[in-house]
């Protein structure tokens, strides 16, 4: 009887020791994942990354998100270098990790754990087996989710040529992505000689045809048997330096991780498709400030018009006119910009 207690003490006592062993493995793995190892980051190593993303996690801000379409992007910034970044097309690997992605908007800090994956795009693309949400961006609190207009690809299924406006630019052409209405459509660039010299929001003419594959997100490649696989619209950068008095809806982009302050700008519609000029003053921080708040004060005093829109809100039912100098410094630039004199260069106009 005795040998029979001390048996089963024995083996009560190995089982504690287990669990016990068992505990503090998982824990001291939840403390190694999502790690930030700054060296990693640094110079924007694609082989460093990947080391990151398949053991403790790679960390990076949503860069886009529209889940219907299948689409995310993580950006991962150099820590020494705010315009040295990477874009990374996200695949969820699962369905739990496919959730998560799904409440997931754009600015908020994530860490993923997964593999890069052998792809034909200049843009690495990852597969993803588990997301967590470090922290997310309220920047849209309060506002409904922003419904989107354009039916891809069924609005191109029928035609081979569109316009659309340059969404993003990148590695010397081989990166194309183009906005059709407000989807944003990535194109398979097969002769990087044609798109090389775009900026972001250039509007320009595609001949087109929809790629088979993936199926979402829907891709576009060029028809390079068509006369001229790309026409310029209207180029943005010819405006680079001019002085111009323009007009449009009011719009805001709430403050992010990346701007200390919120950011305003008009909608100006150009051969019907928008663009976005940010309101600035880079030579006097005073005056940069008295526009911020004169902007907050018109913005403030019209809330109940306010609508959401893609990645900022807007205000349809106030156009403001600005007069100031056109600034498109490079061709990766978000927003062009109008610098601004002071705060008298703006007014209400409707």
């Given at each position: 009887m005795l040998k029979r207690y001390q048996s089963l003490l024995l083996l009560s006592l190995i089982t504690i020791i287990i669990s016990g062993i068992t505990l503090f493995s998982s824990a001291l793995s939840a403390d190694q994942t999502c790690v930030y190892h700054e060296e990693a980051y640094q110079g924007i190593n694609l082989s460093n990354l990947g080391n990151e993303l398949e053991q403790t996690g790679l960390l990076g801000e949503i860069h886009g998100a529209v889940p219907e379409e299948n689409i995310f992007v993580l950006s991962v910034r150099d820590p020494n270098n705010f315009f040295k970044f990477q874009h990374f097309s996200v695949i969820p690997g699962n369905k739990k990790t496919q959730d998560i992605l799904s409440n997931v908007q754009r600015h908020a800090q994530v860490c993923l754990q997964g593999k890069l994956i052998r792809n034909?795009?200049?843009?690495?693309?990852?597969?993803?087996?588990?997301?967590?949400?470090?922290?997310?961006?309220?920047?849209?609190?309060?506002?409904?989710?922003?419904?989107?207009?354009?039916?891809?690809?069924?609005?191109?299924?029928?035609?081979?040529?569109?316009?659309?406006?340059?969404?993003?630019?990148?590695?010397?052409?081989?990166?194309?992505?183009?906005e059709y209405k407000d989807k944003v459509l990535p194109i398979f660039v097969e002769n990087p000689d044609l798109t090389k010299d775009l900026y972001r929001g250039d509007l320009i003419t595609l001949s087109y045809k929809i790629q088979p594959w993936p199926r979402k997100p829907?891709?576009?490649?060029?028809?390079?048997?068509?006369?001229?696989?790309?026409?310029?619209?209207?180029?943005?950068?010819?405006?680079?330096?001019?002085?111009?008095?323009?007009t449009g809806k009011l719009v805001k982009f709430p403050q992010s991780p990346q701007i200390k302050f919120d950011v305003y700008a008009i909608e100006v519609m150009t051969q019907g498709l928008s663009r976005y000029y940010t309101l600035v003053n880079f030579e006097d921080a005073k005056e940069f400030e008295n526009i911020r708040k004169k902007l907050a004060n018109i913005w403030n005093n019209h809330l109940d018009t306010v609508k959401p829109g893609r990645n900022f809100l807007i205000n349809p039912n106030i156009n403001i006119e600005a007069q100031g100098k056109i600034n498109i410094i490079s061709p990766q630039q978000a927003n062009p910009q109008i610098l601004l004199d002071n705060a008298t260069k703006i007014q209400v106009v409707s």
């Open positions: 034909p795009s200049p843009q690495p693309h990852i597969v993803v087996k588990s997301a967590v949400i470090m922290e997310s961006w309220d920047g849209l609190e309060g506002y409904e989710n922003y419904k989107y207009q354009a039916d891809i690809p069924a609005e191109l299924k029928y035609k081979n040529n569109a316009t659309f406006k340059v969404h993003a630019i990148n590695n010397e052409g081989k990166i194309l992505v183009v829907t891709h576009l490649t060029l028809n390079l048997k068509a006369e001229n696989p790309i026409n310029m619209v209207d180029r943005l950068v010819k405006q680079q330096g001019e002085e111009q008095t323009l």
